[in-house]
């Protein structure tokens, strides 16, 4: 038997015994490639938290390592080609549970190509809760593969990638130009963009992923309607190109799409701005997948203490925002105090005034009836009766049904 090769019992022992970062040197690979293997060969692996469980002096329960199945592999060596468990078919379906939220689900692709086409060719469908592929009909089926493939690897590391993923805090960073990348015709003004994010879960850490076809400069021209690179023109009509009539079609440079997929990772917090792409000028981005997943699962690891601190100041932000906004209603509250005493004191002033003027009134009446004591009792009448017709014009004031309705002041603010 060849040495180098390693039994499924062998590593069962060795994967429950050392850390799987501390293994993986031992047979010249990743971790997240040694989780792989483990999965392949039907390996239970330790759960999040089993070595600070051990380390803390708890005893984790180990699960035995089951049969393998007819078919599966019993023993791998470094550099055996390592074929993936089948893939999940595209369909619809929704979680069972709810911690089933980060389990990859993808939608039918007939939702793409049931929409509308922009004019130089991206997808528009009409559903937006679907996977974040920006890319043309031709193109469709190998930026699904690339997605599924890649949920398939994060899923063979205990990681998941959830399409459309419903959770809250998480934002979607819009496509620009990307560099170049993705610019394209003046008279393309949007572009389809679904309503949530994809994520991929490491851990607890989120990444925002989107795989869009990049765009490239081409010469054009305009036949029956549509712009057509010069190249196909030429074929389908070639006696547009005639020497002899010198009957020669303008060409315009336009922008494109090259069918060159990339492969968009950004942060989906809004206070952690960061993004990286990986593109196919060398390679497809199918042959660039363990890289993709090392080096998000390494960035995943920088990227939850920059999530923290963000969420850290966020919350200091809260509290001041809380603070001074305390503060703000206490001086609100206490102008209303102020204008409400300032009013209950108007009030009161103005009842005063108002049973003044009436005393006023009555002594004057009563100053009109005792110097008429001399007159003749017909003129007195006559002046009596014009005093009680003054009276019952002014009506008198009632100081104490006034007073009743004042209204009293609130306490004197602090």
Avoid at 93 to 116: D, E, I
Avoid at 126 to 146: F, G, I, M, Y
Avoid at 341 to 370: G, V
Wanted: charged share 30%; glycine share 4%.
């Amino acid at each position: 038997m060849d040495q180098d090769r390693v039994q499924r019992e062998t590593l069962y022992s060795e994967v429950w015994a050392t850390p799987m970062l501390s293994l993986a040197p031992k047979y010249g690979v990743s971790s997240v490639f040694l989780a792989r293997v483990c999965a392949r060969l039907n390996i239970p692996r330790p759960p999040r938290g089993y070595w600070a469980r051990k380390q803390s002096g708890q005893k984790p329960k180990i699960p035995p390592l089951p049969k393998p199945q007819p078919g599966d592999p019993t023993e791998w060596k470094k550099g055996d080609q390592l074929p993936r468990k089948a893939e999940i078919e595209l369909a619809e379906a929704a979680p069972k549970k709810a911690s089933a939220r980060r389990t990859m689900v993808m939608g039918s692709l007939a939702s793409f190509t049931s929409g509308r086409v922009a004019g130089d060719g991206y997808l528009k469908p009409a559903k937006r809760n679907l996977p974040d592929l920006v890319v043309t009909e031709p193109t469709l089926q190998r930026a699904a593969s690339v997605l599924l493939k890649l949920a398939t690897c994060f899923r063979e590391t205990d990681h998941r990638i959830s399409i459309a993923c419903g959770e809250s805090g998480f934002t979607r960073k819009v496509l620009g130009d990307e560099e170049g990348r993705l610019k394209r015709s003046v008279f393309e003004t949007n572009i389809w963009a679904p309503a949530r994010p994809t994520l991929v879960f490491i851990g607890e850490v989120a990444i925002g992923l989107t795989v869009y076809e990049a765009t490239v400069e081409k010469e054009m021209v305009y036949i029956d309607g549509q712009y057509v690179p010069v190249k196909e023109a030429k074929v389908l009509k070639p006696s547009l190109w005639d020497r002899k009539t010198r009957t020669f079609y303008r060409r315009s440079t336009q922008r494109v799409a090259s069918k060159r997929l990339c492969l968009r990772a950004y942060s989906p917090y809004g206070r952690v701005d960061w993004a990286r792409t990986w593109t196919e000028d060398k390679v497809s981005l199918l042959k660039q997948l363990d890289d993709i997943v090392l080096a998000l699962v390494d960035r995943a690891k920088t990227l939850a203490p920059q999530v923290a601190e963000a969420d850290r100041q966020a919350a200091e932000e809260r509290k001041r925002w809380e603070a001074e906004r305390a503060i703000a209603i206490a001086e609100y509250e206490r102008s209303l105090i102020i204008r409400a005493r300032e009013d209950s004191l108007n009030h009161l002033l103005n009842i005063i005034d108002k049973w003044s003027s009436d005393r006023k009134l009555q002594d004057f009446f009563d100053d009109i009836a005792t110097r008429s004591v001399d007159m003749d009792e017909e003129a007195r009448a006559v002046l009596l009766a014009k005093v009680q017709e003054a009276k019952n014009l002014l009506a008198s004031f009632d100081s104490i049904e006034a007073l009743s309705s004042w209204v009293t002041p609130p306490a004197q603010p602090d």
